[in-house]
């Protein structure tokens, strides 16, 4: 059994320091979120629904502009891109002479 032990001690310290960083990155976040998430619970959910459609709403229009939108969004954007403007469009434009 000693002889496991040590196996699995040797694999984890050849694991680089990176990993272990974003690990802890990660669980620190994960920690944070939680505590986020119960300080919005005890929000008043007016004011929860606002921010969160102004949330939304900057982040519609960010894909929309830039045109990087998840791949499941796609065929939502691709209708309505043409009525808003757009990085590519603009650049377009100031190539023309």
Known sequence: MFLFATSALESVQKIPPATWLK???GIAALVAAVFIL????KMNKILL????????TVFFFSWVYNRNEP???TPIV???APF?????AYSNK???P
């Open 49 to 56: 629904g606002v921010g969160v459609f102004v949330i939304g």
């Open 84 to 88: 808003f403007p757009s990085a590519g």
């Open 23 to 25: 690990l802890g990155i």
């Open 94 to 96: 100031q190539k023309k």
């Open 71 to 73: 791949r499941w969004m």
């Open 78 to 80: 691709e209708k309505i």
């Open 38 to 41: 119960q300080k919005i619970a």
